[in-house]
């Protein structure tokens, strides 16, 4: 599990350094409206205190429907500060509106594909999960 935690965490930056990550709720949905094929992970982040927010889960559901529906990997993952963190999130408070962790979609343009071996270990860990009958493998990623 740590491994996949790390694959995962590498993958979110080496895609965010080529330009390859979209981040947030809305913006994720556009995205997938408008180029579904180009998706090729969907992380849905949450933490203990969202687990009551009732918009955010039916968003969820909705971005999971889409996702199967498109054959995209989907993964749950609990720890939205160490995803600010591994994504660089400054940790001082400016005048700037905070991103929105909470849904975060790896693109793969056709034109220069995104190729490494954490997309290849991330994706393997989402098959291996739906061979088990679990759609929707979940990761805690622990703060460091």
């Known amino acids: 599990m740590d491994t996949v935690s790390q694959a995962l965490e590498e993958l979110l930056v080496a895609a965010q350094r080529q330009d390859c990550l979209t981040v947030g709720v809305y913006e994720s949905a556009k995205l997938m409206n408008v180029d579904p094929d180009c998706v090729v992970l969907c992380v849905l982040a949450t933490d203990e205190e969202d687990q009551d927010d009732i918009a955010l889960q039916i968003h969820f559901t909705l971005l999971q429907a889409f996702c199967c529906d498109n054959d995209i990997n989907i993964l749950r993952v609990s720890g939205l500060r160490r995803l600010a ?60």
């Open 85 to 144: 963190q591994v994504l660089g999130e400054p940790t001082t408070v400016d005048n700037s509106e905070p991103r929105d962790f909470h849904c975060i979609i790896v693109t793969n343009p056709q034109c220069q594909p995104l190729k490494c071996q954490a997309l290849m270990d991330v994706g393997n860990y989402c098959e291996e999960s739906r061979c088990k009958n679990q759609w929707i493998p979940y990761l805690s990623l622990e703060e460091r």
